[in-house]
């Protein structure tokens, strides 16, 4: 039977993939894959500590639905970061970070 | 129309033309000159119609500035005897300046501006005229300071026009320091500002009379610097460089006279204080004398004259001293205004007739070739010389009357000063008109146009007659004769002017050149010298000590430090934009893990 901690430990190694894609990936794709990899070991807990916080014997749906809204903002997001990115992609044909520092000083 | 209205309406009207001249005024040269010459005549006729009015409320007013009981400043206007007598000399004055300008100023540049520049001033002085307390007053008196600036300086592109409307600001600044001072003194020991609170707080000053003395001569300051008495003379002469009707009205009716004017309008005060009486006597008899000996050396017609000025305002500064009301000195202000007022307008019209020759020594035998200016400077040469029957006789023979009578010395030296009027005076007058043209401009001397002639027509007539009017007539004055006065004082006087006119024939008549020499009379007894030895050794030491501090303690120290402080930590931090996304996120994240580490270690 798995208990909480086990849901949170995956949660957490879910999280932690996706920050050492976005911190050390440099397809920016893959970037944007980490960051909501990330989203959703935060999902993943929230949905767990409902699950696993019974209250007169019922999980707390709040943090369900707190999660439904998540996805679909999450959803607009992508279709925004992506679109972004094909965008950045025609203008400079590249999608490394690594070309893309023109900010420097 | 009532008395309560017209003082504003008279106030008001100059301003109001000064504003549409300054922005309509470029339009037309006659829309310009119609514009002042309609508000100087409205003031006028309202003034002389005022004048008949039979006496209503003296004074008018309201709160301008309310800060409780401490400190109330009013607005208001007195109308008075005082008030109404010198509204009638100022607009008077003002008018006929203000017509005969239209022929000086014809052909000259500035047309418009000029225009507006007068009424602004004939605004200006109508406000000290009308002033009911310290406040106003002085508001007033530095709207002519300003006034008198932007005239002196028309002619600005001119080096010496523009350093001497600068020179007669800043002298006036000193003087007006001290006015201001005596306006506090006198708010700190009363708490009003007003004339007529302050006259009737003045027993509060019985037990200590020395702060009324000081508050008094301080308030005096203010008169030194805008009549021009010694030591703050200088601006006048210099003031010369405006154009000859402004000179005119500085010297008759506005600017200069403020000054004699608040005099007798604080006279129940300065009665209070014999001390201060005591100064202003010794300040006006000094004045009165140096002035009229640096005027026997002075080569430029316009020069003499404000010599003359200064000397005759230091006759009514004594006065003021030495007379038992504010009638007698304000008696001479009166004929003064006419007869000086009167010699400027000849000398203006003698200059344009000479094509702007200033020196009297280029000058001569202008009687045939200019008569009606001739008579008229007679007229005006006569009074002011104190020839009997004439206006200056009897108001300059009253002042020294009471003069020898309250302060013999003083009174002799203004005896003596009579006698030096007449001399400078006609010494003008003979090398101007008489002898031999000593120059190729004074053989093609011309008469000047009629609408310069008529206003000193109009000057002639009073500067003879109007002391007749007022001692036999009544006119306008209450005066009052000492009573033992030495038997001999006026034989002296008419000798003493014989003296004077025969001294100034015998030596001008055919003089082609000044006979007498008197290095110290021409050099105004070298005041002027010390004065620039002054401001280039040690004013100029004290600037350049703070130029030093400005420049290197506020500008650098306090200035520039923190400036290139903050530049160079921005520089420093700039190297932090690396410009890479994930450098960023790391950053990012090492806050938020630092930030946590941080709220929950506590």
């Known amino acids: 039977m798995p208990t909480l901690a086990h849901y949170l430990l995956v949660s957490g190694l879910l999280f932690s993939l996706g920050l050492a894609g976005v911190l050390l990936r440099r397809n920016i794709l893959v970037i944007f894959m980490g960051l909501e990899l990330m989203l959703n070991a935060a999902n993943l807990s929230l949905v767990s500590f409902s699950r696993f916080n019974l209250m007169e014997g019922l999980p707390n749906y709040n943090a369900q639905v707190f999660v439904f809204f998540i996805i679909t903002v999450a959803a607009a997001e992508v279709a925004v970061g992506l679109a972004i990115i094909v965008a950045l992609f025609r203008a400079k044909q590249t999608i490394h970070v690594e070309d893309l520092d023109t900010l420097k000083f | ?602």
């Not at chain 2, 008196?141 to 001497?164: N, P, T």
């Not at chain 2, 610097?225 to 010297?251: C, D, F, I, Y």
């Not at chain 2, 990012?588 to 930030?595: D, P």
């Not at chain 2, 580490?597 to 506590?602: A, C, D, E, H, R």
Request: include cysteine; glycine fraction near 8%.
């Open chain 2, 1 to 602: 129309m009532s008395t309560v209205t017209a003082p504003w309406i008279i106030l008001f009207t100059p301003l109001a033309a000064a504003v549409i001249i300054l922005f309509v005024g470029r339009l037309s040269k006659p829309l310009s000159a119609g514009l002042a010459i309609a508000a100087a005549a409205t003031g006028c006729v309202l003034s002389w119609w005022l004048y008949f009015q039979p006496p209503g409320p003296e004074s008018l007013q309201f709160y301008w500035l309310d800060f409780g009981d401490a400190f109330r400043v009013p607005i208001g206007v007195t109308i008075d005897h005082l008030a109404k007598v010198m509204l009638i000399v100022v607009t008077t004055i003002a008018t006929l300046v203000f017509t005969y300008s239209i022929g000086y100023m014809r052909t000259e540049e500035g047309y418009w501006r000029y225009f507006a520049g007068l009424a602004l001033f004939l605004f200006s002085m109508l406000g000290i005229v009308l002033a009911d307390n310290f406040l106003m007053m002085f508001i007033f008196w530095e709207l002519v300071g300003v006034s008198s600036y932007i005239l002196i300086g028309h002619y600005f592109s001119k080096d010496s026009a523009a350093d001497a409307s600068k020179q007669a600001f800043i002298v006036n600044r000193i003087g007006d320091f001290g006015f201001l001072l005596g306006i506090l003194f006198f708010w700190a020991a009363t708490g009003s500002v007003v004339f007529a609170d302050i006259e009737k707080s003045i027993p509060l000053f019985a037990g200590f009379p020395i702060f009324l003395t000081v508050a008094a001569v301080l308030v005096f300051c203010g008169t030194v610097g805008k009549s021009a008495q010694l030591p703050l003379h200088v601006w006048l002469p210099n003031s010369m460089e405006g154009p000859t009707p402004v000179s005119s009205l500085l010297h008759a009716a506005t600017m200069v006279a403020a000054g004699v004017y608040m005099l007798a309008r604080i006279f129940p005060i300065l009665e209070a204080a014999p001390m201060a009486r005591d100064v202003i006597a010794w300040v006006g008899g000094f004045t009165c004398f140096a002035a009229a000996l640096m005027a026997t050396q002075q080569d430029d017609i316009k020069r003499i004259l404000a010599y003359s000025t200064i000397s005759q305002l230091g006759y009514m500064v004594l006065g003021v001293a030495v007379s038992p009301s504010w009638n007698e000195p304000m008696f001479h202000l009166f004929t003064h205004a006419a007869f000086k007022c009167l010699l400027f307008l000849c000398a203006g019209s003698v200059i344009v007739g000479m094509h702007h020759e200033q020196n009297i020594w280029k000058m001569g035998a202008l009687k045939n070739k200019m008569p009606f200016t001739f008579l008229a400077t007679c007229a005006g040469a006569l009074a002011l010389a104190g020839c009997p029957l004439t206006s200056g006789y009897y108001s300059k023979d009253l002042i020294i009357a009471w003069a020898v009578t309250e302060k013999p010395f003083l009174g002799w030296l203004a005896v003596a000063t009579a006698g030096l009027t007449a001399f400078y005076t006609f010494r003008l007058l003979f090398v101007v008109f008489l002898g031999r043209p000593r120059d190729e401009h004074a053989k093609s001397a011309h008469e000047s146009p009629l609408i310069m002639l008529i206003p000193l027509a109009c000057l002639a007539v009073p500067s003879l007659i109007a002391g007749l009017l007022v001692t036999k007539g009544g006119w306008f004055f209450q005066i009052e004769e000492p009573e033992h006065v030495p038997h001999i004082l006026h034989y002296v006087l008419w000798a003493l002017f014989a003296a004077g006119v025969g001294g100034a024939w015998l030596l001008y008549r055919n003089a082609a050149k000044d006979p007498v020499s008197i290095p110290a009379f021409a050099n105004r007894l070298y005041i002027d010298n010390v004065y620039n030895w002054f401001v280039k050794n040690i004013q100029d030491g004290g600037a350049a000590v703070l130029s030093w501090a400005d420049r290197w303690v506020v500008d650098l120290l306090i200035v520039q430090v923190p400036s290139k402080l903050t530049w160079t930590c921005g520089f420093a931090l700039r190297f932090l934009q690396l410009g890479n996304i994930q450098a960023y996120a790391f950053f990012f994240g090492i806050g938020v893990v630092g930030l946590l580490y941080f709220l929950l270690s506590k």
